[in-house]
């Protein structure tokens, strides 16, 4: 085979490579932050493509999804333009704990995601597989495209998913493929491992797909969509929300399925060592399901529309790698699907990752400076935290390329921020999903102020605009000029108490400040408003928020003290490069812990799985007292 001639091709600021979710993020940030932006894919065909689940958001990751809209980044206006059901969960709980869901038009989330990155300024977007990096120094400074073209940059954004080194497993066929039979990646991995970087195998996995038109919906449960609007953008408008949504629907496995499972275990890749890779311990396969949890007599299953204008649907919580055949017996099986006609079957996925702590919080590379990753290439499950990890480094990348410090989120600042730091911290021997029991601090983490929280940092890089800002600053001036008002109005026992009689609740016997009427379980911020209206009536996000910050002041209090806590052991920074073995007290599993992971700061140090308190104690003496001991040659 003849040798690729290679050229210099365009110069760039910030080149990114990969356009799935996170890519995507990666590169708008990068270009609405003023960089010269490159996006090379290897098909622009699977740009914002959704190989798995045609949804976004749910526990944790909807909150990630606000996270994203409130820095400026572009998957909440996504969903919101090409959803087909929009739901909330967990109503009937706290507000710690509700999440948005969408079902996503699969191909309209991709054809509009792909229109925005081409009408936006300063950003190419290019078809191309990408081989290699440029390397000088221990910076990357571009890659290499396998035509031969060479595009240099001031910082690399790599966010190539499961295409690298992707393998499709379906019963005993398997074959070289990135997600949905796309072209896979194999030389970059190869690159990464020769310019030191260690890497491992992840799995992961899909379900059939089935021919709508021969689902027998009588026999299953229909789940509709929410009448009350919702948005994931703070910027969407409650007069676009859309009447006419797709229904999913519910069924279940039974004990016929599980026998046809059973029988055919040593068929299924996952129990004949056929697959390598370690699999998502909160996504298992159906076959998974089975042997692990043989008592119980059924698993729900959802069949979920891919789209309108398509008659696919999706059998979520089926994911296998069974052999075809066996697959068409399990669907038959299931009530509704008797008769269903498979348009694509379910297959597993292996694919290569970089062990993040390998990274910093900014997600750059300790192994190669300038360079950053991002996705399921850094061990990750699911779109919503594919796209936070984007959006993360491709400010940071924008940074770099500006010649500015990074831009990082603690763990008290979004699930995002939980997310890097519990990646570049502990690592992760799975592939890791969010979930709302990994923030300690998901009170103040809601799905309902992210904008709150993090719009003003947004601001601050550029990627909100006037118009947006001042809105959030009206909001934001809303909610304080009411909280005011309601700590200044008082309610009167005769007022109220033949309306809490009704209720069956306790009298008042004294007058109480509104505030603390509201306070009181059985009282919302609709019902206060009989007594004592607000002078405007208010936005119902608005009212929300209000309501929220008074039921919950007590607890509120609490963890915004334990921030605080957190926020002074952040600020002792560790110098970088430290040669631990050199500090005297240290259990040697602290030791060598510290030494991998390089931790930024004390608190980051606290969290390291194997640095018990008496190390951190250690460590701490020697940083405030400034007793580091000798330091390793960079």
Not at 30 to 54: D, H, W, Y
């Amino acid at each position: 085979m003849p040798e690729i001639h290679e050229y210099e091709a365009t110069q760039y600021d910030v080149i990114v490579v990969g356009a799935g979710h996170a890519g995507c993020e990666a590169a708008l940030a990068a270009a609405r932050m003023g960089e010269k932006t490159l996006l090379i894919t290897i098909s622009l065909e699977m740009l914002a493509f959704m190989p798995c689940n045609p949804s976004v958001g749910g526990p944790a990751k909807g909150v990630v999804v606000r996270e994203i809209d409130a820095l400026g980044g572009q998957m909440g206006k996504n969903i919101d333009a090409t959803y087909i059901q929009m739901r909330m969960l967990n109503t009937g709980k706290g507000p710690a704990v509700r999440a948005l869901r969408a079902q996503a038009d699969k191909a309209a989330y991709h054809r509009t995601m792909k229109a925005t990155i081409e009408q936006t300024p300063g950003l190419d977007l290019r078809q191309g597989l990408v081989e290699r990096l440029l390397v000088e120094d221990g910076v990357c400074v571009g890659v290499v495209a396998s035509t031969g073209a060479r595009y240099r940059a001031k910082s690399v954004v790599l966010t190539a998913g499961t295409s690298s080194r992707g393998k499709i497993i379906i019963g005993e066929l398997m074959y070289s493929s990135g997600p949905n039979n796309s072209l896979p990646s194999i030389r970059l991995s190869e690159d990464l491992e020769a310019q030191g970087f260690t890497l491992r195998r992840f799995k992961t996995g899909t379900p059939p797909r089935v021919e709508g038109g021969t689902i027998d919906f009588s026999k299953t449960e229909e789940q509709p969509g929410d009448k009350e609007p919702h948005a994931f953008s703070f910027i969407t408008p409650d007069s676009v929300y859309l009447k006419d949504q797709l229904s999913c629907w519910m069924t279940y496995t039974n004990e016929t399925t599980h026998k046809i499972i059973r029988a055919n275990l040593d068929r299924a890749p996952m129990f004949s060592g056929v697959i390598k890779g370690v699999g998502p311990r909160y996504c298992p396969s159906i076959e998974d399901k089975v042997v692990r949890f043989a008592d119980k007599p059924r698993h729900q299953l959802f069949l979920e529309p891919e789209g309108r204008d398509t008659s696919e649907y999706y059998v979520g919580d089926f994911s296998t790698s069974m052999p075809e055949e066996i697959q068409l017996k399990m669907l038959h099986s299931v009530a509704g699907l008797e008769h269903a006609e498979l348009m694509r079957p379910g297959y597993a996925i292996e694919y290569d990752v970089i062990e993040p702590w390998q990274l910093t919080h900014t997600l750059e590379t300790k192994v190669v400076k300038n360079l950053f990753t991002a996705g399921q290439m850094n061990g990750t499950s699911g779109y919503e935290e594919a796209a936070g990890q984007g959006l993360i480094a491709g400010i940071n990348a924008a940074l770099r390329a500006q010649g500015k410090d990074g831009f990082t989120l603690q763990r008290s600042d979004a699930y995002i921020g939980v997310m890097i730091d519990d990646l570049v911290t502990k690592g992760t021997n799975e592939p890791y999903r969010l979930l709302t029991s990994r923030a300690e601090y998901r009170l103040i983490l809601r799905h309902d102020n992210a904008d709150l929280r993090l719009t003003e940092k947004g601001r601050a890089l550029g990627l909100i605009d006037d118009a947006r800002f001042a809105a959030f600053e009206a909001k934001k001036q809303a909610i304080s000029a009411e909280l005011a008002r309601l700590e200044t109005v008082r309610l009167r026992p005769r007022d109220v108490n033949d309306w809490l009689a009704e209720k069956g609740a306790a009298p008042l016997k004294d007058g109480v400040l509104a505030s603390d009427f509201l306070k009181r379980p059985e009282v919302s911020y609709a019902d206060l408003m009989q007594f004592t209206p607000a002078p405007t009536p208010l936005d119902h996000l608005i009212a929300e928020q209000v309501e929220i910050e008074l039921k919950y002041a007590g607890y509120i209090a609490k963890e915004r003290q334990s921030i605080e806590r957190l926020q002074r052991m952040e600020g002792k920074q560790i110098p970088a490069r430290i040669d631990y073995s050199a500090i005297n007290g240290l259990a040697t599993e602290a030791r060598q812990k510290l030494t991998k992971i390089q931790p930024e700061t004390l608190a980051q140090a606290s969290r390291i799985s194997g640095v018990n308190p008496a190390d951190v104690a250690i460590l701490s003496v020697y940083v405030t007292q400034g007793k580091i001991a000798k330091v390793k040659p960079a």
